[in-house]
């Protein structure tokens, strides 16, 4: 995708005109809002919680060699703002007195918003952007705005509707050639060789354990999962996909090249021992109960046949005549006597 260095011409461009608020700013800056009286250490970033603001907000317009997205009418590109250009740029927006122009979301004219500071970053150590937490380039350019209008501070900063701050700007565009000595290729080149050198100045740990008659090798102390794992010690031949059984008893499942899993080995022996052990447990209880059924069977036989034998016994016994009662008269004395006690013992006497 083409790159383009933006140019700042005082006399054909016009230049930074505004500055926008918006939700997504391209510069990924956030601003941050103060309360009233308040110090710089302990700025807010979560505005819904702010009462009694001094509506101020703080934060990044622009940040020096950083590769922007643009889409106009299907064509796709990047730009790029140099220290240089930002500073041209910063000063011409406060000579032509523009800090007044405010939009929101690069479409909407707003009043009552006004940028009150402007600086260009010269020292990030001992910027007062650290002061709010900011940690960017130097060349970098900070704003700090001041919001008036009730609207615009409750609807949409309060609200977290927009979160940074954007330029409105008529700029001139320069392709930049690879071929030449420009600073975004200046940065890519040292970063590839910063990184070229920690990695040829860090010492990498190679590992290896047995697994049967191979031995398996990888970065590290210890195999873990995910890692990539190699059948030589050049690291060059990738181990092929398979479960491989490790000489600490662990089991290590490779796929495409790295270990997918490290799991326990399954004790088949003991398994099929406890198998034998509890199917044998099964054929003597069930011996057992056969036992225990032909046990109660026997006896049932032996019961059926007793009652069988006694149902013979009494049906040869013969019928028995019925008895019948042959009433008793008993001689009555006469009993005299003139009063109860007299008549009883007269009765008693002659019994």
């Given amino acids: 995708m083409e790159v ?30 103060l309360k009233e009286n308040e110090k710089p250490e302990t700025f807010h970033t979560q505005l819904s919680t702010i009462d009694e603001e001094q509506r101020l ?30 500073k041209k740029g910063a000063h011409a927006f406060l000579k032509n007195h523009f800090n007044n122009n405010s939009s929101l979301e690069h479409e909407e004219v707003i009043d009552g918003v006004a940028v009150v500071e402007s600086w260009i970053i010269e020292d990030a150590e001992h910027d007062k952007s650290k002061k709010y937490g900011f940690e960017y380039p130097v060349g970098s350019w900070m704003v700090a705005m001041k919001v008036d209008s009730d609207e615009v501070w409750n609807s949409y900063v309060k609200s977290g509707k ?50 049967g008659d191979i031995t398996i090798y990888f970065e590290g102390e210890l195999l873990a999962l995910d890692a990539p794992v190699f059948s030589d010690e050049e690291m060059k031949e990738t181990l092929q996909d398979n479960e491989y059984e490790l000489e600490t008893g662990m089991i290590a499942v490779v796929t495409d ?35 225990y059924k032909a046990s109660l069977s026997k006896q049932l036989e032996d019961k059926e ?47």
Avoid: C, W
């Fill in 257 to 291: 090249g790295k270990v997918a899993e490290l799991k326990e080995p399954q004790p088949e022996e003991e398994v099929e021992l406890a198998n034998e052990d509890l199917l044998k447990e099964l054929n003597s209880l069930k011996s057992e109960f056969e036992a």
């Fill in 4 to 33: 383009y260095n933006v140019i700042f011409n005082e006399k054909e461009d016009k230049g930074i005109y505004a500055l926008s608020l918006v939700e997504n700013p391209a510069m990924e800056g956030m601003f941050v809002a």
């Fill in 57 to 86: 907000l703080v934060g990044l317009a622009m940040q020096p060699d950083k590769l922007i997205y643009r889409n106009v009418e299907g064509r796709e590109f990047y730009i790029t703002f140099s220290k240089e250009e930002i």
């Fill in 162 to 211: 927009v979160k940074g701050f954007s330029i409105d700007g008529l700029f001139s565009l320069e392709k930049i050639n690879l071929k030449s000595d420009m600073n975004v290729i200046d940065e890519l080149k040292k970063g590839f060789a910063e990184l070229k050198a920690m990695l040829s100045n860090q010492e990498i740990k190679l590992g290896s354990i047995k697994a």
């Fill in 305 to 351: 046949k007793e009652v069988a034998d006694l149902k013979a016994e009494l049906s040869e016994t013969p019928a028995t005549k019925p008895i019948k009662h042959t009433p008793v008269q008993l001689a009555s004395k006469e009993v005299t006597g003139t009063n109860p006690k007299e008549r009883i013992f007269n009765r008693l006497r002659n019994s």
